[in-house]
């Protein structure tokens, strides 16, 4: 049997690069952390800029995802029932909490957003589908990896160390455990600035028919609207359980 193609397979690590949350990086970043010549990540992109799949930046010359194949990835997740399923029930949320609402479901042990709802003030955001966030240190991660979403939990991340994004960042795994206890046993996440700091996150898991976890859904913003003395705002917390049980419904789940 013929053996992978290394180019594609590069090819491909250089565009799985591009999707993390540092999504501009320069020729010497990626042949740094891809382990490769520069003159060869180099030529790869030339051939993935070519056909529309990575841009460059005129001023920094720094790479990012292109327009093509963000375009693909969008026909993609329209099909993904998950995301159709939640569109009206993701408005609704975003409407009664009054703040941005993601839906993520894991994918190689990060937590891809499949659907994003702008926080309906009308002001200036930048959209998120698409990318990819850490599961340990977010609202959405940290409920999928305590129901066990698509039967992944903790032990898929024990192979490096957590990483850190905020002084709060749970990094320790014994702590996130004794998290992901508690998420499980009161039914939600919640995401004390430990992705972004002075952000707030709550999120939900959402199941199928099959009482399995596919995905979370989530509302997040500033500390200042989202706690209350610190504490978390029980109101949001009860929209964020009321949508995922409305989506899981969806999707036929019986014990919702």
Not at 31 to 36: C, H, I, N, S, V
Not at 210 to 232: C, F, H, K, N, Y
């Amino acid at each position: 049997m013929p053996g992978n193609i290394q180019s594609i397979e590069r090819a491909a690590a250089i565009l799985r690069l591009l999707s993390g949350r540092t999504r501009r990086l320069s020729v010497g970043d990626m042949a740094a952390e891809l382990g490769l010549p520069k003159a060869t990540a180099y030529g790869i992109l030339r051939t993935l800029q070519s056909v529309g799949f990575v841009e460059q930046d005129a001023e920094t010359g720094r790479y990012q995802l292109g327009a093509a194949l963000l375009h693909m990835g969008s026909s993609y997740l329209d099909g993904n029932e998950l995301r159709t399923r939640a569109l009206n029930w993701a408005d609704s949320l975003a409407a009664r909490a009054g703040e941005s609402v993601r839906i993520g479901t894991l994918h190689n042990g990060e937590v891809l957003i499949v659907h994003h709802v702008f926080r309906p003030d009308g002001s200036r955001q930048a959209l998120d589908v698409g990318s990819l966030q850490p599961a340990h240190a977010g609202a959405l991660g940290k409920a999928l990896l305590a129901f066990g979403g698509l039967g992944i939990g903790i032990g898929s991340l024990e192979h490096e160390p957590l990483a850190q994004y905020t002084p709060a960042t749970i990094t320790d795994p014994d702590r996130l455990r004794e998290e992901l206890d508690a998420i499980r046993a009161r039914g939600w996440a919640m995401d004390r600035q430990e992705l972004v700091d002075g952000e707030v996150g709550y999120a939900a898991p959402i199941q199928d028919r099959r009482a399995m976890t596919v995905g979370a859904i989530g509302v997040s913003g500033p500390v200042e609207r989202l706690s209350e003395d610190g504490e978390a705002r029980a109101d949001l917390i009860a929209y964020v359980r009321e949508a995922a049980r409305a989506v899981s419904r969806e999707l036929g789940a019986l014990r919702w």
